[in-house]
């Protein structure tokens, strides 16, 4: 049963309302390639990840690569990932032993040692302009554990003087959901009325579920044709559910 705190129903809204842009969206041509990240970009900074793959994801990720066309970023088994919390705005460079990376590490390693593995279940695709998204349903209060990291990140950051940036930098800005992006549109989209029919035939399909043992630290390497992960650390979860 899903986790009732983060309910279906809310949750549900939030992915319908995004297709329901993103299907205008393919179906007019007006699609938002997202812009690559430059000084001051609040995005594509260091985050706290999970990583899901399965053949269901493998197979769904290959029949939108082929759709999306080559001008697209589609994602695979090295960078699909579910953000759990984005942890700063973007840098050019992050030295191995930064100041807030080691902040990072601390606050990670002690968030979730406690904690149970959290659960995921993946089903059905929906869309924004940007791009192609797998629905991430919650089985496990994953809400409760970005609202822990995100007081206790907050605490270790201002005690070590250290600047607050990114696009959650408040409680209130925290997201809600759990997907996984499966293809950054480009400047163009091949077989775009194609893609939005296969995108409302999966509305539904059930990609299964995931336990997530792990917590990734990641960085980005983004170019216009690609996206890849740079590893900064991982962090078990250790609690008995």
Request: charge should be neutral.
């Amino acid at each position: 049963m899903m986790f009732k705190n983060l309910s279906e129903p809310s949750l549900a809204t939030i992915y319908d309302d995004l297709w329901s842009r993103g299907r205008q969206a393919l179906s007019s041509g007006r699609l938002v390639a997202e812009s690559l990240p430059s000084p001051g970009t609040s995005r594509w900074g260091i985050s706290a990840v999970f990583r899901p793959w399965s053949r269901a994801l493998a197979e769904c990720s290959e029949d939108c690569r082929l759709l999306v066309g080559p001008d697209s970023v589609v994602y695979g088994e090295d960078n699909l990932h579910v953000t759990l919390r984005s942890l700063e705005g973007w840098r050019s460079e992050v030295a191995d032993q930064d100041d807030a990376l080691g902040v990072y590490r601390d606050v990670l390693t002690s968030v979730v040692k406690h904690r149970p593995a959290p659960r995921i279940r993946f089903r059905g695709l929906t869309a924004s302009a940007s791009g192609v998204h797998v629905q991430g349903w919650p089985l496990d209060d994953v809400q409760a554990l970005r609202i822990e990291l995100h007081a206790t990140l907050l605490e270790r950051l201002l005690a070590a003087r250290l600047p607050i940036t990114g696009p959650e930098t408040k409680r209130v800005e925290l997201r809600r959901t759990a997907h996984a992006t499966l293809a950054m549109y480009g400047p163009k989209v091949a077989h775009a009325d194609e893609l939005c029919a296969f995108i409302e035939r999966h509305r539904d399909t059930d990609f299964g579920e995931q336990c997530f043992e792990t917590l990734w630290l990641v960085g980005y390497r983004r170019t216009s044709q690609s996206v890849a992960l740079t590893t900064h650390g991982r962090f078990d979860f250790g609690g008995v559910r």
